[in-house]
């Protein structure tokens, strides 16, 4: 798991609820990255951040925000979670962006949002 | 739509038999990966091909790209219990900042 520990590791809340999850790396890498997985739509980029405090929309950032102060946590916040947002979620780090580069990722977090 | 379409959807084989799984992509890239995820984790890279690249091994794994097709293949030969996962194809699209796009997978079963 390259040193990446998401937790929560399973959510349950309700609608209209806030939610954090949290991704922690001990790898030192400048890039990290949230994905979420659904059935038939694979992969897909939320956020991602370059270094402390600079973050970047992806392609489905609406309703999500994230936040980077150290380099080792990148959190991912839901501010008001509705049941479109029920998804396995996935933090992924790399040490560059450069062409090439891998990116490793956690074990995910399952969210159910009722 | 998506940037990369793996296809089949699922593939079932059995033990020792070759799988071949395929990729198709819609812009130019700088690369392709593949990845692979077995159930309840996350996922793992295996190969990484360059658009400059037509085929690259590494064990039992084969992947070719043909970028006058926009598609690519993953390979796995003689395969094992073990190998059943989901695999999914990941674009370095040109002009992205190096943010992958991923396509939705082949779900592989390699029944013993």
């Known amino acids: 798991d390259a040193g990446i520990t998401q937790s929560p590791r399973h959510k349950v809340t309700e609608t209209g609820t806030p939610v954090t999850l949290r991704c922690h790396q001990t790898?030192?890498?400048?890039?990290m990255y949230w994905y979420r997985q659904d059935p038939g739509h694979g992969l897909r980029l939320i956020h991602y951040?370059?270094?402390?405090?600079?973050?970047d929309k992806g392609e489905v950032s609406d309703g999500y925000s994230v936040s980077r102060s150290k380099t080792e946590d990148f959190l991912l916040t839901l501010e008001s979670a509705t049941s479109s947002q029920t998804s396995v979620y996935f933090c992924a780090i790399s040490e560059t962006q450069g062409s090439g580069e891998k990116l490793f990722f956690g074990s995910g977090t399952q969210l159910s949002v009722l | 739509s998506q940037q990369g379409e793996e296809d089949p959807q699922a593939l079932s084989i059995q033990e020792g038999e070759n799988a071949t799984m395929n990729c198709s992509y819609k812009t130019s890239i700088n690369n392709l990966q593949w990845y692979r995820q077995n159930s309840g984790r996350g996922l793992v890279h295996l190969i990484l091909i360059r658009s400059n690249e037509r085929e690259k091994h590494s064990g039992r794994l084969r992947v070719t790209l043909d970028t006058s097709k926009k598609s690519s293949s993953l390979l796995i030969t003689a395969s094992r219990a073990a190998d059943t996962a989901s695999y999914f194809c990941?674009?370095?699209?040109?002009?992205?900042?190096?943010?992958?796009?991923f396509g939705k997978g082949t779900l592989l079963t390699v029944n013993p």
């Open positions: 990941a674009t370095d699209v040109r002009g992205s900042n190096y943010k992958l796009t």
């Open positions: 790898e030192n890498h400048r890039y």
């Open positions: 951040s370059y270094g402390v405090k600079d973050t």
